[in-house]
């Protein structure tokens, strides 16, 4: 049974044209910006607003100047919501020199949120949305605006053309290699690294390097971390030393193809050697690749980063270092198409594993049994979102939900006779 079907309502279009018109600017990187333009056709649903194409983030960390066509298949995104919402490639002319209401929607909004932003009407015809991130409540929603985001994630957020030919090329050359693979997404490169403040297994040079990067980043906003502290925490990436050792005591044999989907590896070779040491079989997008394919990706962040993407969804087995936006993109894609094997790490439970295994306090055994026991129940098997601890009210509640576009179980994953769906 199909969840996430065509509205049977098809949208208004001459009503439409005397609708308001809503202008997105995207924040992020790509996968923000996937899941915020996926909120967005849900919003201008709620609102009977005709969506103008987004604008994508060009002026962040990313400093990417890719486009919504160069990016993803524009004509398809438009004809696969046409039943629910108009979507157009620009503003009208007529309506370019009228003044806008210029929003930052709430984050994690709920309907009679956007229900009351209706009375912008009165004296607007374009609303600007400002940032797209997290503008819509993971739960509480009703049934139809929880699948018609699944539908424009998923769907209708097809990859453009040259990028869903390259993905397919580089699937396939992986699979003459080996008939399976694990993507890993390490996240070890420099500017997580320093934002996060995990300088552990880092020599005092490199430490001080991403100390004063982060100092000279304005919109990081804090500045002074205590690495120990958020490795305890559970808050540091998994280095690629910790990876190997994980990847062993899961019983993974030391011939396994391994995609490495990330950007650069901080340290590169250096800080690889002991993750290749345990699993030699390493692959990286540029192995794949000609440099000829890879030159128009080049200086575009977001557009390599949907060849990660799609090579990470149709992987035998995800894992990702770190629960960042693209690892939760990851494992939310890869449940909608049947709760495929995804890993998520424990990283608080496996840093004190760790660290009493460097210390001698574990035999190599018992560490191993110790961790296939913490991730018994974390290999992506279908669960309902996990709620926010008790007593947590307001913003921090949301903030410390699961994520809907990490897990859209039930709305958008139906039981059928043959299984999830």
Same mark, same amino acid.
């Given at each position: 049974?199909?969840?996430?079907?065509?509205?049977?309502?098809?949208?208004?279009?001459?009503?439409?044209?005397?609708?308001?018109?809503?202008?997105?600017?995207?924040?992020?990187?790509?996968?923000?910006?996937?899941?915020?333009?996926?909120?967005?056709?849900?919003?201008?649903?709620?609102?009977?607003?005709?969506?103008?194409?987004?604008?994508?983030?060009?002026?962040?960390?990313? /400093?990417?100047?890719?486009?919504?066509?160069?990016?993803?298949?524009?004509?398809?995104?438009?004809?696969?919501?046409?039943?629910?919402?108009?979507?157009?490639?620009?503003?009208?002319?007529?309506?370019?020199?009228?003044?806008?209401?210029?929003?930052?929607?709430?984050?994690?909004?709920?309907?009679?949120?956007?229900?009351?932003?209706?009375?912008?009407?009165?004296?607007?015809?374009?609303?600007?949305?400002?940032?797209?991130?997290?503008?819509?409540?993971?739960?509480?929603?009703?049934?139809?605006?929880?699948?018609?985001?699944?539908?424009?994630?998923?769907?209708?957020?097809?990859?453009?053309?040259?990028?869903?030919?390259?993905?397919?090329?580089?699937?396939?050359?992986?699979?003459?290699?080996?008939?399976?693979?694990?993507?890993?997404?390490?996240?070890?490169?420099?500017?997580?690294?320093?934002?996060?403040?995990?300088?552990?297994?880092?020599?005092?040079?490199?430490?001080?390097?991403?100390?004063?990067?982060?100092?000279?980043?304005?919109?990081?906003?804090?500045?002074?971390?205590?690495?120990?502290?958020?490795?305890?925490?559970?808050?540091?990436?998994?280095?690629?030393?910790?990876?190997?050792?994980?990847?062993?005591?899961?019983?993974?044999?030391?011939?396994?193809?391994?995609?490495?989907?990330?950007?650069?590896?901080?340290?590169?070779?250096?800080?690889?050697?002991?993750?290749?040491?345990?699993? !030699?079989?390493?692959?990286?997008?540029?192995?794949?690749?000609? /440099?000829?394919?890879?030159?128009?990706?080049?200086?575009?962040?977001? /557009?390599?980063?949907?060849?990660?993407?799609?090579?990470?969804?149709?992987?035998?087995?995800?894992? !990702?270092?770190?629960?960042?936006?693209? *690892?939760?993109?990851?494992?939310?894609?890869?449940?909608?198409?049947?709760?495929?094997?995804?890993?998520? !790490?424990?990283?608080?439970?496996?840093?004190?594993?760790?660290?009493?295994?460097? *210390?001698?306090?574990?035999?190599?055994?018992?560490?191993?049994?110790?961790?296939?026991?913490?991730?018994?129940?974390?290999?992506?098997?279908?669960?309902?979102?996990?709620?926010?601890?008790?007593?947590?009210?307001?913003?921090?509640?949301?903030?410390?939900?699961?994520?809907?576009?990490?897990?859209?179980?039930?709305?958008?994953?139906?039981?059928?006779?043959?299984?999830?769906?």
């Amino acid at each position: 049974m199909v969840c996430v079907h065509v509205s049977s309502q098809p949208v208004n279009i001459k009503l439409c044209l005397s609708w308001i018109d809503m202008t997105v600017r995207c924040n992020g990187g790509l996968n923000q910006m996937r899941t915020g333009i996926a909120d967005m056709v849900a919003v201008a649903h709620i609102m009977n607003a005709t969506l103008v194409i987004p604008q994508l983030d060009k002026s962040s960390f990313w /400093q990417d100047t890719s486009t919504f066509s160069d990016i993803f298949d524009e004509v398809h995104f438009i004809e696969s919501l046409q039943h629910d919402v108009r979507i157009v490639k620009e503003l009208p002319k007529e309506l370019e020199s009228l003044p806008r209401a210029r929003k930052h929607f709430t984050s994690w909004a709920g309907l009679s949120y956007y229900e009351e932003m209706t009375e912008l009407w009165k004296d607007y015809q374009v609303i600007h949305v400002a940032k797209s991130d997290a503008r819509l409540a993971n739960n509480y929603l009703p049934l139809d605006i929880q699948r018609l985001r699944c539908r424009a994630l998923y769907h209708a957020l097809r990859f453009s053309p040259s990028i869903e030919s390259l993905g397919k090329k580089l699937m396939e050359r992986l699979r003459s290699r080996a008939k399976r693979y694990i993507a890993l997404h390490l996240r070890y490169e420099k500017e997580m690294l320093s934002f996060t403040g995990c300088t552990y297994g880092l020599s005092n040079a490199e430490s001080e390097e991403l100390r004063v990067m982060r100092e000279k980043t304005s919109h990081w906003k804090i500045k002074n971390i205590n690495s120990t502290e958020q490795r305890i925490s559970g808050l540091c990436p998994l280095t690629p030393m910790e990876v190997g050792i994980f990847l062993q005591a899961l019983g993974f044999p030391r011939s396994t193809l391994i995609y490495i989907a990330a950007g650069e590896i901080y340290g590169g070779e250096r800080h690889l050697l002991e993750l290749k040491s345990r699993f !030699p079989n390493i692959v990286f997008k540029e192995m794949l690749a000609t /440099q000829e394919e890879l030159r128009t990706f080049s200086n575009h962040a977001s /557009q390599t980063a949907a060849l990660d993407y799609i090579i990470s969804v149709e992987s035998d087995v995800f894992i !990702p270092s770190h629960s960042g936006n693209m *690892a939760r993109a990851v494992e939310g894609h890869r449940r909608f198409l049947g709760h495929r094997k995804t890993i998520t !790490p424990d990283r608080k439970g496996l840093v004190e594993l760790f660290d009493k295994l460097e *210390a001698r306090l574990l035999e190599v055994s018992s560490f191993y049994s110790l961790v296939n026991q913490l991730h018994k129940n974390r290999f992506g098997a279908p669960r309902k979102r996990g709620a926010a601890p008790l007593g947590i009210k307001g913003r921090a509640r949301s903030r410390l939900e699961e994520s809907f576009y990490q897990n859209p179980y039930p709305e958008c994953i139906c039981k059928s006779e043959t299984g999830m769906r």
